[in-house]
Structures are given as structure tokens and as C-alpha cells.
């Protein structure tokens, strides 16, 4: 897994793919329809979101952080 700078843990963390429900999820809050780029901080509890270019996941500085699955 690439090593990235998380904005929410404030140091470089592994970051992954998101699944295909993490994506549908993103989707839905970015009103996207292609979220390929997008990375989701590994580290315990995080779980914050990032494109490969910029700590946040969309314009401006929108952090989002994808729900724990039940
Ligand atoms: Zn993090």
C-alpha cells in the first residue's frame, strides 16, 4: 500500500483502494460517478478519504471519512 500524508492523523499512513461498497458510498456523497482515484486512509479508526494529488476528497476542503461497514 502507498504511503500518503493523512490530513486526520497528521503523518504518512497507508492508504488503499476503496471496495466496491466503500465506492458506491462515495459515489452517493460526492454525487460522482467515478471515484477510481480515490484512497481511504488505513490506519485504526481513520478511514479518511484522499485522491493520489490532494489531502482532501473534493474542492475546497472537504474531508470526508467513510462509515464504518455494520
Ligand atoms: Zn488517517
Known sequence: MPMLPCHTC???EPHRE???SEKDW???R???RNVD???MCDAPGCR???TGFSPC???GDQHIRI???D
Open 48 to 50: 479518511h478519504v484522499r
Open 37 to 39: 482515484n480515490y484512497r
Open 26 to 28: 462515495l459515489k452517493d
Open 30 to 32: 460526492l454525487v460522482k
Open 10 to 12: 497528521g503523518s504518512d
Open 18 to 20: 476503496l471496495n466496491p
Open 57 to 59: 476528497a473534493g474542492h
Open 67 to 69: 462509515p464504518e461497514p
